[in-house]
């Protein structure tokens, strides 16, 4: 039995990981912002703390609670994050900012708070999920993309100074993932996968200490290819994406 601890388990990938690993009879650790969302996790046997992992030092005092009781974290999955999209003909600075707020300075403190944890345990491994956005650039996605380049760049460095202390790092790029987030998207969203799916292929990735879990493969590992191309040419096709 693993402690596993899980950002953003109020919903979506967070949410169902959450759920299959408490069905695995591991011991789960589900942070969130939504409590109605947090309390239909509890009513399962999973224990829940409300925070914003924005705050650096509210996230702190959850992480010393957690540490408290709990000793060590066997498995972190940081899966917390948002996603706006920019209109560039009304280019908005303070989304930016928000972007990265959620899916990188929340990111930076969830690892802050989560590291002294994992190297208690035997066979720590720190899981963050980012995106396949970082491949490649995308219309109305500087916010997003950029952040979640950051994100990639932050755990492949990470991934690179913990080799000494035997702590697994694993990055995670979902393609598109149907989510109350991805609800709102305007445009067609190729191969998109259900919560629960994608849960899955995480949990299985995970379990075989991938370095990076992508999915699905047919979306992913095109967009691999075309990042090969010259920019100037990939400029042209990704106007065709345009909305």
């Known amino acids: 039995m693993m402690k596993i601890l899980i950002t953003g388990a109020t919903s979506g990938i967070g949410h169902e990981l959450a759920k299959i690993y408490k069905q695995g009879n591991h011991e789960v650790i589900a942070l969130g912002r939504n409590q109605e969302a947090l309390k239909n996790l509890e009513n399962i046997g999973i224990e829940t703390r409300q925070v914003d992992l924005s705050n650096l030092e509210a996230t702190r005092e959850i992480f010393k609670a957690i540490e408290a009781k709990h000793g060590h974290i066997d498995l972190a999955i940081l899966n917390a994050g948002n996603c706006e999209y920019i209109d ?9 900012k928000r972007v990265f707020d959620a899916n990188v300075i929340t990111l930076a403190n969830s690892i802050e708070g989560v590291l002294p944890l994992l190297r208690k ?6 899981a963050g999920v980012a995106s396949m956005a970082a491949y490649l650039p995308l219309s109305r996605a500087e916010a997003y993309g950029a952040s979640k380049v950051a994100a990639n760049y932050l755990l492949e460095a990470l991934a690179i100074d913990l080799i000494d202390e035997n702590i697994t790092v694993s990055i995670i790029n979902p393609g598109f993932v149907k989510t109350p987030l991805t609800d709102k998207n305007d445009f067609p969203m190729p191969f998109v996968l259900e919560a629960h799916e994608a849960a899955k292929i995480i949990v299985r990735g995970i379990a075989a200490k991938k370095i990076e879990i992508h ?20 400029r042209k096709i990704g106007q065709k994406f345009k909305k």
């Open 88 to 96: 560039c003909k009304d280019f908005d600075a303070q989304l930016i």
């Open 215 to 234: 999915f699905p493969l047919r979306l992913t590992i095109p967009m691999k290819l075309l990042s090969l191309f010259p920019r100037k040419l990939w």
């Open 121 to 126: 345990s035997r066979q720590p491994h720190l």
